[in-house]
Nanobody, 119 residues
Framework: VQLQASGGGLVQPGGSLRLSCAASRNIFNKNIMGWFRQAPEKQRELVAAISDGGNTNYADSVEDRFTITRDNAENTVYLHMSRLKVEDTAVYYC??????????????WGQGTLVTVSS
């Protein structure tokens, strides 16, 4: 398995959650890593991206609420989500975008992890 996303679940509005994505070393090493999401009946979108050097890019809708980090020693990328809103409900995926804008990705999409924000 090249990418394995985990950590989704049910959380109340205003709550927090941390997603993890473990990657094989040949995938993770030196590459930009990104989190994407797809809500029901909506297109998949970039949530956040992080370069090998730690530069980040966030969707406007999650700026100041979500933080993307990476552990280069563990080949893992994280998405720390706080102050969650109902509209954050989606399946979250990790992938390897070709650029920080996330327009194109290198790998086929996996199953993702479902985040449901509901009271």
């Amino acid at each position: 398995v090249q990418l394995q996303a985990s950590g989704g679940g049910l959380v109340q509005p205003g709550g927090s959650l941390r997603l993890s994505c473990a990657a094989s070393r040949n995938i993770f090493n030196k590459n930009i890593m990104g989190w994407f999401r797809q809500a029901p009946e909506k297109q998949r979108e970039l949530v956040a991206a992080i370069s090998d050097g730690g530069n980040t890019n966030y969707a406007d809708s999650v700026e100041d609420r979500f933080t993307i980090t990476r552990d280069n020693a563990e080949n893992t990328v994280y998405l720390h989500m706080s102050r969650l809103k109902v509209e954050d409900t989606a399946v979250y995926y990790c992938n390897v975008p070709l650029s920080m804008s996330g327009e194109f990705v290198r790998l086929l999409w996996g199953q993702g992890t479902l985040v449901t924000v509901s009271s």
